[in-house]
Nanobody
Framework: QLQLVESGGGLVQPGGSLRLSCAASGFTLDGYAIGWFRQAPGKEREGVSCISRGGRTNYADSVKGRFTISRDNAKNTVTLQMNSLKPEDTAVYYC????????????????????WGQGTQVTVSS
């Protein structure tokens, strides 16, 4: 069974940092493009960032310059480093995988996702 498990969420003050990890079980991530999405209360789920099998990346305008996505195929994980966090970054963050080779070029399109993690809560508050 293919599973994605997120970790690293929590409560942080504005301006702080968090590092989210997405780990896979039942399959190896190196065959997939990976995306991070988030959903705030009362809002639709939105794309945050994604990375292709070859390491090409894409970011939502709202997080450019603050978030960095990376992958470590040897450890079978994808990481989202989040710096300079703002209250509006508060949301449940989801890791997602797709076998599509055009995921990043299509701006991390949600319709291309094959597998979802269960999410991890990120709260930015003083």
């Amino acid at each position: 069974q293919l599973q994605l498990v997120e970790s690293g969420g929590g409560l942080v003050q504005p301006g702080g940092s968090l590092r989210l990890s997405c780990a896979a079980s039942g399959f190896t991530l190196d065959g997939y493009a990976i995306g991070w999405f988030r959903q705030a209360p009362g809002k639709e789920r939105e794309g945050v960032s994604c990375i292709s099998r070859g390491g090409r990346t894409n970011y939502a305008d709202s997080v450019k310059g603050r978030f960095t996505i990376s992958r470590d195929n040897a450890k079978n994980t994808v990481t989202l480093q989040m710096n300079s966090l703002k209250p509006e970054d508060t949301a449940v963050y989801y890791c997602a995988a797709t076998s599509s080779g055009t995921f990043v070029q299509n701006m991390c399109a949600m319709r291309m996702v094959n597998n979802w993690g269960q999410g991890t809560q990120v709260t930015v508050s003083s």
